[in-house]
């Protein structure tokens, strides 16, 4: 068990630093699916702590507040939602490995459930910020292009691209917990051995360059407020016109300084300060798995070159397994 504890801790390590920003497996990827990729990241993670642990319920809860308050402290900037997502994947997965055990149902239960909700929190979020005024504009759109292609539907272009990009969520959690399910087996037939790595040059502040994400808040407004006052001055005739969309300008305006002025730092600050209780109790693991951070970016970008001569998928699949099991099975040079 003693094992399994510093497995534990290395995973739990892990998670913290997928959440974190601060770069690991991102560092390898460039891609447009950055969100699906940490959410597929962490239930993986969040899977191997169940695998390993005895006590999962427990197991898994102290690793979601250890995760989270290194989340606030690199993160400060980190969205309410993201709070939200993370711990919806670590309750619900330790309620399910509690329940269940970690074969390939549950796994895929896993994957389409946190995938899902991370879809269905975008869609809440749209709606609320933009109201019905959005989904009117999408089908006022629809309907221009059925007009043009001389096809009428009954369901709304908003009802039809809703379905398909719930569907395409849900497919992509079956099958991320098809990918967990093979990786986990790797990884468990894999036989152990110490791992070590030359400590060169380690850099603890590295971090990615990336746009902040108030930045892309701003970016997303000012796209999704255009198309809308155009769908309404061009589609909307005169029962909508620009007037309404004007309105939906203004009214988006207001709830995002609301929310971002108001609400949301009141939220973070309730959340902080129930994490900040929490910090002085998991001090030690903190600390421990904050110091990994480098070491593990370090074998991950190792893990990524080793697997050079494997293409595809297959790469892929081989550089999470080994990557993982290269970092759970580290040790330092002195140990």
């Not at 400060?76 to 994947?89: C, E, I, K, L, T």
């Not at 005169?238 to 949301?264: C, H, N, P, Q």
């Not at 893990?303 to 080994?322: I, Q, S, V």
């Amino acid at each position: 068990m003693k094992n399994n504890k510093s497995i534990i801790d290395k995973l739990t390590a892990l998670w913290a630093l997928n959440e974190s920003g601060l770069g690991g497996f991102l560092h390898v990827f460039n891609t447009p699916f950055t969100g699906l990729i940490v959410g597929g990241i962490a239930i993986l993670l969040i899977s191997l702590i169940a695998y390993y642990a005895e006590n999962k319920w427990q197991t898994i809860l102290k690793a979601l507040l250890i995760v989270l308050i290194i989340k606030m402290a690199v993160s400060p900037y980190s969205p309410f939602g993201a709070y939200v997502a993370v711990s919806f994947q670590g309750l619900f997965g330790a309620f399910l490995f509690t329940q269940f055990s970690w074969k390939g149902v549950t796994l895929m239960i896993l994957g389409m459930a946190t995938f899902l909700e991370s879809a269905v929190q975008k869609i809440f979020i749209l709606t609320i910020v933009y109201g019905g005024g959005l989904w009117e504009a999408i089908d006022l759109y629809g309907a221009w292009v059925q007009k043009k292609m001389e096809f009428v539907s009954e369901m709304s272009t908003t009802s039809v691209l809703i379905t398909i990009y719930l569907l395409v969520y849900g497919i992509c959690g079956l099958l991320a917990g098809l990918f967990i399910k093979s990786i986990m087996n790797i990884i468990a037939n894999k036989k152990e051995a110490s791992f070590y790595i030359k400590t060169d040059n380690l850099d603890s502040d590295k971090t990615t360059s990336k746009v902040s994400f108030k930045t892309k808040a701003i970016w997303i407004w000012l796209i999704t407020v255009a198309v809308i006052v155009l769908a309404f001055s061009f589609f909307g005739g005169d029962l909508f016109g620009w007037k309404k969309g004007i309105y939906i300008v203004l009214r988006s305006f207001l709830i995002l300084m609301l929310w971002y002025l108001i609400i949301g730092p009141l939220l973070l600050k309730l959340i902080r300060k129930h994490l900040n209780k929490k910090e002085s109790q998991y001090k030690e693991d903190i600390t421990n798995a904050m110091d990994l951070f480098p070491y593990f970016r370090q074998i991950i970008s190792y893990t990524w070159k080793e697997t050079k001569e494997l293409k595809g998928y297959t790469r892929f699949k081989y550089f999470m397994a080994n990557s993982i099991s290269n970092c759970i099975h580290f040790k330092m040079p002195s140990q």
